[in-house]
T-cell receptor, first 114, second 114 residues
Framework: KQEVTQIPAALSVPEGENLVLNCSFTDSAIYNLQWFRQDPGKGLTSLLLIQSSQREQTSGRLNASLDKSSGRSTLYIAASQPGDSATYLCAVRPRASNTGKLIFGQGTTLQVKP | SQTIHQWPATLVQPVGSPLSLECTVEGTSNPNLYWYRQAAGRGLQLLFYSVGIGQISSEVPQNLSASRPQDRQFILSSKKLLLSDSGFYLC???FGQGAFYGYTFGSGTRLTVV
């Protein structure tokens, strides 16, 4: 059974700091891994999608890496800003499922202090 | 461009009352549609998915049901709400194939059963 874990559960950093969010998954048989952002009381915004054959994806100050063999992904945020404060969720799409469903981690709640 | 609409944004309902949450997608045809629930302190859990009109699959046994009366409309319902039905409900649609399978989520409905 695929399980996704995100560490830490919460993180508080001063503005301008570079930071890394971690995601691990137990079964490497995945189609892709996706990072989402969720603001309080809001829906999910897709940040980056990494296909199983890829090693990383970049968008602006965000860089996500994928090491499928070790079951790990990291989301790197450069020069953090207060506007980056949100909960970040990673999710994998398992090959074992033909429904297209995602398995989510519990998320990391990030607070960037001005 | 593709958009997904979900309403209402918030809902407070008494135990035993019926429920109807609606989700519509624009700008695409024959999408895969999903209902997820995010309960307090827990990750997102897939409730239902649909690959076409009238085709509904349930991931977990529960008090809820789903219907897809039109290609781009997905409805989550209950005849009698339970306290345990409280949570944040998210509709999503997916696009692409295989490793290119990405998700877009709606803005969510916060349901409180009292």
């Amino acid at each position: 059974k695929q399980e996704v874990t995100q560490i830490p559960a919460a993180l508080s950093v001063p503005e301008g700091e570079n930071l890394v969010l971690n995601c691990s998954f137990t079964d490497s048989a995945i189609y892709n891994l996706q990072w989402f952002r969720q603001d309080p009381g809001k829906g999910l915004t897709s940040l980056l999608l990494i296909q199983s054959s890829q090693r990383e994806q970049t968008s602006g100050r965000l860089n996500a890496s994928l090491d499928k063999s070790s079951g790990r992904s990291t989301l790197y945020i450069a020069a953090s800003q207060p506007g980056d404060s949100a909960t970040y969720l990673c999710a994998v799409r398992p090959r074992a499922s033909n429904t297209g469903k995602l398995i989510f981690g519990q998320g990391t709640t990030l607070q960037v202090k001005p | 461009s593709q958009t997904i609409h979900q309403w209402p944004a918030t809902l407070v309902q008494p135990v035993g009352s019926p429920l109807s949450l609606e989700c519509t997608v624009e700008g695409t045809s024959n999408p895969n549609l999903y209902w997820y629930r995010q309960a307090a302190g827990r990750g997102l859990q897939l409730l239902f998915y649909s690959v076409g009109i009238g085709q509904i699959s349930s991931e977990v046994p529960q008090n809820l049901s789903a219907s897809r009366p039109q290609d781009r409309q997905f409805i989550l319902s209950s005849k009698k709400l339970l306290l345990s039905d409280s949570g944040f409900y998210l509709c999503a649609w997916s696009f692409g194939q295989g490793a290119f399978y990405g998700y877009t989520f709606g803005s969510g409905t916060r349901l409180t059963v009292v």
